[in-house]
C-alpha cells in the first residue's frame, strides 16, 4: 500500500546522515535531448525546457520509466511534482497515470489538468541493492513529471514503507505484435516460494485483468521460460504486467510492458526519395483515420506539418524553400506511426 506522507519533504532531512545528496530525474514522453524522437506534438514553448520539438495536439499514449537503486539496509525518500511549465497542459487527464512499484498513487485517476504531487518513503531490510520503479503514463509532452530521491542511512521521518526482494527473478519481459495478435514472453531465473503468476493486461495503463495464470516453480534455481498469446485484443495500446503470488500469500507486480497494436496498418510510399521540390505519400490501403504527415531533419527539428483526412489516397508536400540533407517523414494516425527518409537535393 502506497502511503501519502506530505510531511516527508526533503527540509525535513537537513540533519539526517544520508549517504548521497539529492538527485532528480524527469520521466516524459520526449525530454529534451533524448534520442531517439518518440513522440510527435504535444510540447508548448512554454516547456520547451522539458519537452522538444515544440507542437500542438495529443500523441498515443507513451509509458515512461525510471529506477531509483536503494542500496542494502538504505533508506530513500521520494518525491513527484509536475513540471508544471504551462499551468494550462503540464497537468495530467484522464488515460494518464503515475505509478511506484506498480501501484497506482492515491491521486489516480486523473481528470482535468491535475498535478502529481506525491511523497513517500522506503526501506530496503536486504543485503543488496533492489530497484524502485516508476512509470508516467501519458500522451502529451508538455506532461512531465520530476522525481526527486535521496538515499539515507538512517529513517528520515519514521513510517518508511519495506521493500522486499521479488521472489522471482523475471528476465526479458516483452510484448510484440504477432500474427494479429500481441505474444508476450518472459524467462524467470530464479523463483522463490512462487505459487503461481499470473499474466493481466490493460487498456489504460491502471486498470488490469487477469488473462492467464501459471503455476509457480516453487523453489527453483533453473530458467524457466513463459509465453502466452494474446489472440484478440482491442485495437489501440496494451499494457501487460506480471502478478506474482507466494505461498504465504505475498504478492508482487512487474514492471509494465507496453505495445501498439492495431489489426490493419496502411501500406506507405513514399516517392520519389531524392526529391528537388515535391515528394508524394501513397497510401496503398487508404487509413480510416484522420492523420499528419511531419517533416524532420537529423537533429529532431520539426520543418513542416500537414494534416490529411481519411479515406485519402495520397498526398504531396512542396518542400523547394528547404535546406538541402535528408529527412524523415512520419506519417501519424491514432492507429500507427510510420516513417520514410528522403534526400532534399
Known amino acids: 500500500m502506497l502511503v501519502n506522507k506530505p510531511w516527508l519533504m526533503p527540509y525535513r532531512f537537513l540533519f539526517v546522515n544520508f549517504v548521497a545528496s539529492a538527485q532528480s530525474f524527469d520521466l516524459g514522453s520526449q525530454l529534451t535531448g533524448a534520442s531517439p524522437i518518440q513522440t510527435t506534438n504535444g510540447c508548448t ?30 533508506y530513500v525518500s521520494i518525491v513527484l511534482s509536475s513540471n508544471n511549465c504551462n499551468p494550462g497542459t503540464s497537468g495530467l487527464d484522464g488515460g494518464d497515470n503515475v505509478t511506484i512499484m506498480g501501484a497506482n498513487l492515491p491521486q489516480a485517476p486523473y481528470a482535468g489538468n491535475e498535478l502529481v504531487s506525491y511523497s513517500t518513503c522506503y526501506y530496503n531490510p ?15 509532452r508538455d506532461e512531465t513529471v520530476n522525481v526527486a530521491y535521496t538515499v539515507f542511512n538512517s529513517d528520515p521521518g519514521g513510517g518508511c514503507i519495506a521493500m522486499a526482494l521479488l521472489p522471482v527473478e523475471l528476465t526479458n519481459f516483452e510484448a510484440k505484435e504477432s500474427n494479429g495478435g500481441i505474444m508476450v514472453s518472459w524467462a524467470t531465473a530464479s523463483e522463490v516460494n512462487n505459487e503461481f503468476q499470473s499474466l493481466e493486461r490493460s487498456y489504460d495503463g491502471s486498470r488490469f485483468e487477469e488473462i492467464k495464470r501459471f503455476n509457480g516453480g516453487g523453489n527453483s534455481l533453473e530458467t524457466k521460460a513463459y509465453k502466452y498469446f494474446d489472440s484478440a485484443p482491442s485495437e489501440g495500446i496494451v499494457y501487460y504486467r506480471i502478478h506474482q503470488v507466494d505461498y504465504d500469500g505475498t504478492e508482487n507486480y512487474s514492471k509494465v510492458v507496453a505495445v501498439s497494436h492495431f489489426s490493419s496498418k496502411s501500406a506507405i510510399t513514399v516517392f520519389p526519395t531524392n526529391v528537388m521540390d515535391v515528394f508524394t505519400v501513397r497510401f496503398d490501403n487508404p487509413t480510416q483515420k484522420n492523420g499528419t504527415i511531419e517533416l524532420v531533419g537529423m537533429q529532431g527539428r520539426s520543418y513542416y506539418v500537414q494534416a490529411f483526412e481519411a479515406e485519402t489516397p495520397e498526398t504531396s508536400l512542396n518542400i523547394q524553400n528547404l535546406p538541402t540533407g535528408q529527412y524523415l517523414v512520419k506519417i501519424s494516425t491514432d492507429q500507427f506511426v510510420e516513417s520514410r527518409r528522403i534526400i532534399k537535393n
Open 126 to 140: 536486504n543485503s543488496s541493492a533492489v530497484d524502485v520503479t516508476i512509470q508516467l503514463t501519458v500522451n502529451r
Open 45 to 74: 514553448s512554454a516547456c520547451s525546457s522539458y519537452c522538444s520539438p515544440t507542437g500542438s495536439g495529443d500523441h498515443a499514449a507513451t509509458v515512461c520509466s525510471g529506477t531509483i537503486s536503494v542500496p542494502g539496509n538504505k
